[in-house]
């Protein structure tokens, strides 16, 4: 059995710390989520979960993380999930708790990761009384959840937790919630359960391959929509020999969960965010063979502009749904097709620093690409900042590149946080707008708690930009004043370095290029969290 | 009609303003919602809510205020809504804008004020799609609402928006959402609705207060437990009249959302927060007559201990349900009684400045006390460091105090903001723990942009209080290290100064009690939101 300790994985006897005559529902229960090798909880807990809180100190083998509100709990243990493929446990205090981590919840769902969600609630005794704190707990843990047990009693708490790993793990990756009542957590229990087995994703037919693989040799234009495990590793190489073998085109979807990306990397087309812009660049598709993901789709309706991204005349095809082996269906497809054992990968380019001055989006990016370390992750929630120049980062250090999946600001940071816990030897960067940080800043203070290697770059445009953008878009109209302060995060003006500070992260406020460069240079260097306000 | 100016209330005519024939849905819900005097909408828009910050624009009489985060939206539409008696709308941003909103929706459900929230949708052609932003609305609103109205097309949301409205209006206040999807506000819609009739609360029976009137005459000891408007106002003095004229204690929830207290005010035991503390105070109370609430309740389960604090051989009586008119069944019984026609009040009380320069939570609550100007509004989420003072604050200047009645903490500062845009010319003053506001700091950027008066005190205790206590009193034992570390906020140290100047507010660290009488003094005299943390 693996645990961390102070960033390192150690290697120690689980079996003998707990005397099982002893165990309380939460020891119980804790004691399974070690046994099913989850190895970190991310919680911000409340009185319903004290015994849990007691339990962390009994039961050796899980880490456990504080956040000061709960997008940060669940933020941070999707992007564990992300870098780890496991599941972190998070916990949660009742409903509102609950509600609190929802947003990055639904996030952690589009980004199809693994999750334990452990949700305290009033003790059975207490649920029928309208006590200040009681709320639908189970209607709340449906809509945020995959999976969700309403457990009832000490007795079946192990036993739901070992479930709920399993459930989690089954593929593409699931969020599973066990609602536990205070009772349950504090009485008497049965014996930790051990692992399920682990479910496995399902091959893909040799009909859906042989499908696909016409397609291929038919002459005609094919492309590839791709997410998923085939964005790293092995399935990104098999989709690298059919495209060179054949000139098929590779795309993923806007916001992929997780990208491997750089030099020496196969390089992906991203699905551009508009909607004209998607159509123009799949144009001439012939086949769109999906693989992992679903048909491509606008992220938001408009006043006479469609939704279904495929083009007129374009023929899809299920190479693999997302609990299926893409993976494996593109390493067969690269088989049949006879294609060489590595298809083109990107070289790496020079970034040369700005000669000019100025700030701007486009400057950021490319001192970033200047700088950015081998092996590095990118939590990216810069939105309309970084968004028109993430191509740059394809012919930088090889990295992980990681997306706002389900659209619901406030992602970032706290990915970044999980991130960082799962990778203590890799640096992190998070790049953030500044209406998106202000949701979820409390990361910050996890990332100082923890020493995070995690280097924050604020783009300060002192907006939702996106917003005033989406405002032409919708054909809105003129923008007056009062709908304009909506939009602008101006007056007063957000001050970053004192937030970060505030939070014990070091921070700096840049405001041209040879600035941020010195900063980013001396960070790369660098171990622990900063913030770098870059005012655009 | 009138609309809020900076500020000031102004007399317009709205009548005029709009085209109807040029209405789009979001015009005519916006429209409708001032024709039934909505005047404030709180508001955290995105991309599918844009033709509402359009309206904003061409829609006179409604003001429109901007939250950085939808805790804080939720949160001041509560405070709005305890201090005027009316519904503000908020405005979110789908699923996860509501999900953002959802905890301080929880508390002001448990405060039972009306609101109106008027969430985005995905179009109706792209609810059937799996894009990132997709989720199930209707389930979150009806698990954070009592009423919701999904609605489907622009003809009908004047009317959807009427009827909110009186939902939200009818006694004692509910949570009303209209859930809007893009093409619903962006296509051409109906004329606007006119208002309709507000549902009064129901008379109380003869017959009930006949009961009372009995048990009240039959010599025993008589308590009465209030809520709602019953703790403020003709209630309250009825209350008073009573308790002059039989020896009935009066008491109210341990957790009222808005109390009149001070001098001047008829005093009213707060139920403890402790359960044992609680069935104490009730020993020897032969009837419990419930005005507007329910039969006393412990917070939280714990083991071994009641959940309900109904003392054994006490008999319960309802005079009013929470959506009766309990003021007029106190007042009838009050007449029948031939009480005087006051009751006995607080007398205010010269509360000296501490002589020992130590800031304890006892002393900072002293100094409050002398400084509290008239007419002032504590917001109260203060936890382990203002519940057990807050009883001085009975013999101070009249003021209205809110409490955090759901117990999802993050609710003060935006409840605290909410108050002072209902209320501009009134001070208004948050007492917040340091683990609650974090939650929901976003607050006090509102409360820069809108100048609002409102004066914040942090406790920093470093720590989740009562959590170290609740640790003890769940009997989960002794604490060691690593549990101690998820109730504790050093390691790193907040620095609230930072966090306030950071978002525009100014602010002072304070270590001494001369330092915080100087700074409260000041506070008092000045106008403008400020942040004193003082350390304890």
Known sequence: MLFFNEGRRVEVSIEDNVNVGELSGADSLLKTLVNCDVQVCFANPGTSEMHFVRAIDKIQGIRAVLGLFEGVVTGAADGYARMTGKPAATLLHL????????????????????????????????????????SDVTALANA??????????????????????????????????????????????????????????????????????????????????????????????????????????????????????????????????????????????????????????????????????????????????????????????????????????????????????????????????????????????????SLPYYGMLQTTAPHDHLNLTGGSIGGGLPVATGAAIACPDRKVFALEGDGSAMYTLQALWTQAREKLDVTTILYANRSYKVLVEELKIVGAGQIGTKALSMLDLHDPTLNWVKLAEGMGVEAVRVEDTRSLADVLQSAVIGHGPRLIEAVL
């Open 95 to 134: 409903g509102p708790g609950l509600a609190n981590g929802m947003a990055n919840l639904h996030n952690a769902r589009k980004a199809q990761v693994p999750m334990v969600n452990i949700i305290g609630n009033h003790a059975t005794t207490h649920q029928r009384f309208d006590a200040p704190l009681t």
């Open 144 to 385: 945020a959840s995959h999976w969700v047990v309403a457990c009832r009693g000490p007795k079946t708490l192990a036993a739901d937790a070992a479930r709920a790993v399993q459930a989690a793990q089954a593929p593409p990756g699931h969020i599973a919630s066990v609602i536990v009542p205070a009772d349950a957590a504090w009485l008497p229990a049965e014996r930790p359960a051990s692992r399920l087995p682990v479910i496995k994703s399902t091959s893909v037919s040799d009909t859906a391959i042989a499908q696909s693989l016409a397609a291929l040799r038919s002459g005609d234009q094919v492309s590839f929509l791709l997410r998923g495990d085939m964005l790293r590793g092995v399935g990104l190489q098999a989709a690298g020999r059919i495209a060179s073998a054949t000139g098929a085109r590779l795309f993923c979807d806007t916001f992929a969960p997780r990208l491997e990306r750089g030099a020496g990397r196969v390089p992906i087309h991203r699905m551009p965010y508009r909607a004209a812009s998607a159509l123009d660049l799949l144009k001439g598709t012939k086949t769109l063979i999906l693989v992992g993901t679903q048909a491509p789709i606008s992220f938001f309706a408009y006043p006479n502009q469609p939704s279904e991204l495929t083009p007129e005349g374009c023929e899809l095809l299920v190479l693999a749904h997302p609990h299926e082996d893409g993976g494996g269906a593109l390493e067969a497809l690269a088989e049949a097709l006879g294609a060489r054992l590595s298809g083109e990968v990107s070289q790496r380019e020079n970034f040369a620093l700005p000669t000019d001055g100025t700030l701007t989006a486009e400057s950021i990016m490319q001192i970033i690409a200047h700088y950015l370390p081998e092996n590095a992750i990118v939590s990216d929630e810069g939105v309309t900042a």
